[in-house]
Structures are given as structure tokens and as C-alpha cells.
């Protein structure tokens, strides 16, 4: 959670994670409007090295997406949930349908080819009823339960669309293709400031009427147009709508590499998942 205090050895290895007091998480988050998460679980994983879809992956002992559905449960922002798997998934099916059993309002839909296919598809099983989206990556499965709620608050203020976000730590470059390329294959075009920077996270929250028109909207792109929209709240600038940003968290790391699950490792083996 945003203050929250890493503290390592010489070496780098992690020794203890520290957090500021922060208020309890009511069971359910104030009612003004019905809210929805959608986590999207429909990541093939390819740079873990494990095989597996992304969100099967164990942390822990215990899939990451298993991991993702607690923490969102946890924050009580959610009247429903509906979780985006990868088309012909059995595995991550089966784990949504404990939840189901268990009571949670909970549904299981195949995704699509792309990341923003596979978000329609979520918004799509959403279904009446709903006045608010929050669409979650099972990779930031430690992600507070504070950032979920912070996210929802500030829709409820008035928001159609908020991102949690986290300062940029290291020192950004642009660059190009190098003119002499026999030295570097690039070289630096300018260094922006880095004090307006800021890392984006998840959950990213909207109004879903106003999502789900930003995606059909998109739905016929193709090529570079399509690939360059890289999370949903892009969607939501392109069609002019101002985006809010709120604090994120550190702990809401996205779990992409070996040395990202490592540090995932480290935080829940130092009782992360047990902070208060």
C-alpha cells in the first residue's frame, strides 16, 4: 500500500515488509451504485517458463488467479464478479466454479485473442444492473484492498474513469534508432520529467455504460491502431473522457517475470496476505 516500507539486506534480499496504519475493510463497500469487478485470467504466461496459462501459475502454493479472486472479494467493493479465462480452459474454470459454490456471485467467461477482446468479453457478461466496473489483472493479484476502494470511491464522487497509480521511481529515456548503429542500436531522443510520471496499476475503474461504448467503439481496429491501446483507461482518452488517478500500491506489482513471482514469493512467505 502506498507508504509501506521494504526493507532488504545487503545482498537485496527481502527481509521485511512494513505498512502504515490504514482503516478496516467494511464487509461491503457504502452503497451508490452497483460495482462489478472483472479480472482478466486470459494470459498465457510465456515469460514465467512454467507452461501454463499465466494465471495457474502458483504462488505460494496456490494459483495466482486464486490469489487475485481473494484480494478482490476482500475489499467488498464487488455485487459480482466475472472472471476471463483463456478459450478452452478447463482449469481455471473449475477454480472459478469453487468460488461459485461457496456462494460468491460469480461467473467464468473464455476470452479473446487480444487483451481488449478478452475485456469485452467480461464487460459483456455483466449484464443489467450494473453501474460500475473495476477491470483487474490476475498478475497484480497482491494488489491492497485499500486501492480497490479508493478506485470505487472516487467513481462514486463522480469519476467515469480512475487509474491507481504509483510514482516513477527511476529516471525515464526516450529513444530512437541509433544513426550510427554499428555503436548502440539506440540513442537517446529526451528525458521527460519524471516527476509527472506515474507507474499505472489495477483495478482501473469506470462507469460501465461509458466502457462498454469506448470498447464497441474499438472493436473494428485493427493493426497498429489496436495494438497501441495498451489498458482500457487509453480507451477512455481516446474518446476524450477525463482519467483520475488515485494512489496505488507497491504491492500491486505485476507478476511477469521469474524475479517478479520471486519478490510475489517473499511478500506472502513475510505474511503480506495477513496485514490487517
Known amino acids: 500500500m502506498a507508504g509501506s516500507t521494504i526493507r532488504t539486506d545487503a545482498g537485496g534480499t527481502l527481509l521485511h515488509v512494513s505498512h502504515p496504519p490504514h482503516p478496516p475493510v467494511p464487509a461491503r463497500a457504502e452503497r451508490s451504485g452497483r460495482a462489478a469487478v472483472v479480472i482478466v485470467a486470459a494470459g498465457s504466461g510465456t515469460r514465467l517458463g512454467y507452461g501454463l496459462p499465466k ?134 531522443t529526451g528525458t521527460p520529467e519524471r516527476a509527472a510520471l506515474r507507474a499505472v496499476q489495477t483495478p482501473q475503474g469506470f462507469r460501465l455504460g461509458e466502457l462498454l461504448r469506448a470498447h464497441e467503439s474499438a472493436a473494428s481496429w485493427t493493426g497498429e ?29 505485476k507478476i511477469t517475470t521469474p524475479m517478479d513471482l520471486l519478490l510475489a514469493e517473499a511478500l506472502v512467505a513475510n505474511g503480506y496476505e495477513e496485514q490487517p
Open 225 to 253: 491502431r489496436a495494438a497501441a491501446v495498451t489498458d482500457d483507461a487509453m480507451l477512455m482518452e481516446l474518446a476524450g473522457t477525463e482519467v483520475f488517478v488515485v494512489p496505488g500500491a507497491v504491492e500491486a506489482l
Open 55 to 188: 494465471a495457474l501459475v502458483p504462488l505460494a502454493g496456490r494459483p495466482l488467479l486464486a490469489h487475485a479472486i481473494d484480494g478482490a472479494l476482500g475489499s467488498g467493493v464487488a455485487d459480482r464478479m466475472v472472471v476471463v479465462v483463456p478459450p478452452g480452459d478447463t482449469e481455471l474454470t473449475a477454480l472459478c466454479a469453487g468460488y461459485a459454490t461457496d456462494g460468491a456471485h460469480l461467473t467464468c467467461v473464455p476470452g479473446g485473442a487480444t487483451r481488449n477482446e478478452s475485456v469485452r468479453a467480461g464487460l459483456r457478461a455483466l449484464g443489467p444492473g450494473t453501474d460500475y466496473v473495476l477491470v483487474h489483472d490476475a498478475a497484480r493479484c497482491l494488489t491492497p484492498a485499500e486501492v480497490f476502494t479508493g478506485v470505487l470511491r472516487a467513481l462514486r464522487a463522480g469519476a467515469s474513469a480512475v487509474i491507481p497509480a504509483v510514482p516513477v521511481v527511476d529516471t525515464i529515456k526516450s529513444v530512437a534508432p541509433a544513426a550510427a548503429p554499428g555503436i548502440a542500436p539506440e540513442s537517446v
